[in-house]
């Protein structure tokens, strides 16, 4: 899976959960918000193959939007974070 593909994945998958949770009851507790640094290992499913194993960092911001986040992803390459486009 690539960078971009698993980043796409990311968001709608917190899009879906906040959907979700806005048409819950109002007795719940507040949903969980995605915004934050969120930071995990990306590996790759296919071998052998051009991609590579790596570490990403994601950081979702809100937007002036309430319903809408900003996502920036990045990968660690040598210790060091690069764009991950």
């Excluded at 296919?46 to 994601?58: F, L, T, W």
């Excluded at 950081?59 to 809408?68: F, G, L, Q």
Aim: with cysteine.
């Amino acid at each position: 899976m690539t960078m971009r593909t698993h980043l796409a994945a990311v968001a709608v998958a917190s899009l879906f959960a906040l959907a979700a949770s806005a048409q819950s009851s109002a007795q719940q507790p507040a949903a969980a918000t995605p915004v934050g640094i969120w930071r995990g290992t990306s590996l790759c499913l296919v071998r052998p193959s051009p991609c590579n194993d790596e570490v990403g960092v994601y950081r979702i911001t809100h937007m002036k939007s309430p319903d809408s986040v900003a996502v920036d992803a990045r990968k660690i390459v040598r210790g060091e974070e690069q764009e991950a486009g």
